[in-house]
């Protein structure tokens, strides 16, 4: 069983920018993908991104393109999700999210890191 | 992309069944056999119940099934237990490595 491990909660300033990571044990990273979903409080999961490891190769939600970076070190098998501009509405838990890989196609979740907090306020 | 649509709660008296619907549109429910459902306790991670439209992980209970009728899929929950509460989003893929997530169903066992 994949265990996703996240960073700590954040508190940031608008307009800077935060960087979280999630570090997987168990498993082989190189054979999954990871996904980055958020939950703003009382609200929904929305999809922000996925990269592949191995492949270097990261894809974004067109709500997000130009804002998020998504990347990966395989050395440490830690995917790292950065968020810039920040803005009150990017309060939210972040989570990290697995999908076995299949070529560019995403499957399902099935493993989640426990979540980060960020919270954005001046 | 607008979110998939869910309704916002459905509720259920323990041992009934309950729906819950997810529609999308003709390029990512009707278009792929990959819808997934997922359950999230209040402050708790989401947890994988359905996946690829029907088919259940190991663990979890056969009182969850699911399936799909062209742009629209659906979570059956039989013999509804207090443990069920929960919130329950349905995901699609939508071609080019992307998914939606539906809005979310508040289900309440009464």
């Known amino acids: 069983q994949v265990q996703l491990v996240q960073s700590g909660a954040e508190v940031k300033k608008p307009g800077s920018s935060v960087k979280v990571s999630c570090k997987a044990s168990?498993?082989?990273?190189?054979?999954?993908?990871i996904s980055w979903v958020r939950q703003a409080p009382g609200q929904g999961l929305e999809w922000m991104g996925r990269?592949?490891?191995?492949?270097?190769?990261?894809n974004y939600a067109q709500k997000f393109q130009g804002r998020v970076t998504i990347t990966a070190d395989t050395s440490t098998s830690t995917a790292y999700m950065e968020l810039s501009s920040l803005r009150s509405q990017d309060t939210a838990v972040y989570y990290c999210a697995r999908d076995l890989l299949s070529g560019a196609v995403i499957k399902y979740f099935d493993d989640w890191g426990q979540g980060t907090l960020v919270t954005v306020s001046s | 992309q607008s979110a998939l649509t869910q309704p916002a709660s459905v509720s259920g008296s323990p041992g009934q069944s309950i729906t819950i619907s997810c529609t999308g549109t003709?390029?990512?429910?009707?278009?792929?056999?990959?819808v997934s459902w997922y359950q999230q306790h209040p402050g708790k991670v989401p947890k994988l119940m359905i996946y690829e439209g029907s088919k259940r992980p190991s663990g979890v209970s056969n009182r969850f099934s699911g399936s799909k009728s062209g742009n629209t899929a659906s979570l059956t929950i039989s013999g509804l237990q207090a443990e069920d509460e929960a919130d329950y989003y349905c995901c699609s893929y939508e071609g080019s490595s992307s998914v939606i997530f539906g809005g979310g169903t508040k289900l309440t066992v009464l």
């Open positions: 990269i592949i490891p191995i492949l270097d190769i990261a």
């Open positions: 168990g498993g082989t990273f190189n054979t999954y993908g």
């Open positions: 003709s390029s990512d429910v009707g278009s792929y056999n990959l």
